[in-house]
């Protein structure tokens, strides 16, 4: 079968590998389509992220929807979307319902484990999701993404009338906005550096956007907000100094939820603000029991991810759209291979 296996930074290669063995209690399935994550271009790009390196070849990707081949529990046929993180089931945080916190977690793409950029995956037919009627291939491939969104509104305690500022209007910024506004969320305002991802913000429904480089994001927020600040900040940049802004833009009493991984693994924070203010900080490690929640919204249209997706390539391009995507990040939301 075709694969895209990375070798490591900007070395992606299209090649043949094996058909992975199917386990006893695991179903094959075809993949039919990607999404393209931001994870995944940081491995392409830098060859590692957080504790994660690409030090051997292996298969990326992990937002993906697909047929089954064959396997327990379903029929041939079936469309399913992946979860692609596998607890071990046993842990106390597996049996607590927290299972995205277990240690022996492994998760499809995290090296060395390889991931969905391929033809076939062989996976737990318990991470198996079915994919409703109604809801389109592009959609089951963009439930892994929302779930993130989801965890972060979960994480958030996201009340309906809330007020929300979200640092960073890539794809997960975006993505969180639209999970925000099905929860509830009575305003929602964005900040980037970049004014095509804003003008997608205000397109996608967005209330107010601040261009980080060009105005305060601070002094934009707290005039927006009669000088209250929100009820809840997400911080889904993956910058240092985007999460270090996100005391500033909160209300007394209101939550910070970090969302992104940033780029060092420690910074300036100011717990000064966060004590005087009484913030609770919380943060985002994937997501678990969010993909049922998130297929009955799109299922009912009451989420809706219409004019996320700016590219598509097909499988056999899956190395020019990582390198696209890599290239002209301001312009690219999410890009779908398949």
Not at 8 to 34: C, F, M, Y
Not at 140 to 149: K, N
Not at 168 to 197: C, E, H, N, Q, W
Request: aromatic content about 8%; glycine content about 12%.
């Amino acid at each position: 079968m075709k694969a895209a296996v990375l070798y490591g930074k900007k070395d992606l290669r299209l090649e043949q590998v094996p058909v992975p063995e199917r386990k006893e209690h695991e179903v094959l399935v075809q993949i039919l389509a990607n999404g393209l994550c931001g994870s995944d271009i940081h491995f392409f790009t830098e060859g590692k992220l957080g504790p994660f390196v690409v030090d051997e070849p292996y298969i990326p990707g992990h937002e993906a929807v697909g047929k089954v081949v064959e396997g327990p529990g379903f029929s041939v046929g079936e469309l399913v979307v992946i979860e692609p993180g596998i607890p071990c089931g046993k842990c106390e945080f597996c049996r607590s319902g927290r299972y995205n916190l277990c240690p022996d977690v492994v998760f499809l793409s995290a090296p060395p484990v390889n991931g969905t950029f391929t033809e076939y995956v062989s996976i737990d037919g318990s991470m198996l999701h079915r994919l409703p009627d109604g809801v389109s291939l592009e959609e089951g491939a963009l439930v892994e993404p929302l779930s993130v969104g989801m965890q972060a509104c979960n994480r958030a305690g996201l009340k309906p009338g809330s007020s929300v500022a979200i640092v960073g209007s890539g794809p997960i910024g975006l993505i969180t906005m639209l999970v925000a506004r099905s929860f509830g969320a009575s305003k929602v305002y964005m900040t980037d550096v970049f004014d095509s991802r804003l003008e997608k913000a205000k397109e996608l429904g967005a209330d107010g956007v601040i261009h980080a480089g060009k105005e305060s994001t601070t002094e934009q927020i707290h005039s927006l907000t009669g000088g209250r600040g929100v009820d809840v900040v997400f911080d889904t940049s993956g910058s240092s100094k985007g999460a270090s802004s996100t005391p500033f833009l909160a209300k007394r009493g209101g939550v910070i939820v970090l969302v992104g991984w940033p780029e060092v693994s420690s910074f300036p924070f100011s717990m000064e603000t966060v004590i005087e203010k009484e913030l609770d900080v919380r943060g985002v490690n994937r997501y678990c029991n969010t993909f049922g929640p998130v297929l009955s919204l799109l299922a009912s249209k009451a989420l809706s991810v219409e004019g996320i997706i700016s590219h598509r390539f097909p499988f056999d391009q899956v190395v020019e759209a990582f390198t696209f995507a890599s290239e002209h990040r301001g312009e690219v939301y999410k890009v779908m291979i398949g």
